[in-house]
């Protein structure tokens, strides 16, 4: 019953800026982490960011001083600014999570997607 829904996605020009979204719901107890993916057609997933509880954080090289990862605790949601965006950031972003439900087991969970365009 836990689920991840992704927010924010869009058409920006080359230089522009995104936020996007993630808010998860459901019986959740407690989040070790949260992340962004993201996958270009034809191309492999890749990390783009994370965060953990403790609120330590870990940014790809490509977006390092272009992107920052932060969270909102109590509203079990976490947020990638997107800066200076670049053709080659058009993907598909995901957002993942670690985290313990009702069911008092760590389990991994996905979000839908959502897409990000990049493009003058």
């Known amino acids: 019953q836990v689920q991840l829904v992704e927010s924010g996605g869009g058409l920006v020009q080359p230089g522009g800026s995104l936020r996007l979204s993630c808010a998860a719901s459901?019986?959740?107890?407690?989040?070790?982490?949260m992340r962004w993916y993201r996958q270009a057609p034809g191309k492999q997933r890749e990390l783009v960011a994370a965060i953990t509880s403790g609120g330590s954080t870990n940014l790809a090289d490509s977006v390092k001083g272009r992107f920052t990862i932060s969270r909102d605790n109590a509203k079990n949601t976490v947020y990638l600014q997107m800066n200076s965006l670049k053709p080659e950031d058009t993907a598909v972003y995901y957002c993942n999570a670690d985290l313990v439900s009702s069911g008092w087991s760590r389990n991994n969970y996905w979000g839908q997607g959502t897409q990000v365009t990049v493009s003058s």
């Open positions: 459901g019986s959740i107890f407690n989040i070790y982490a």
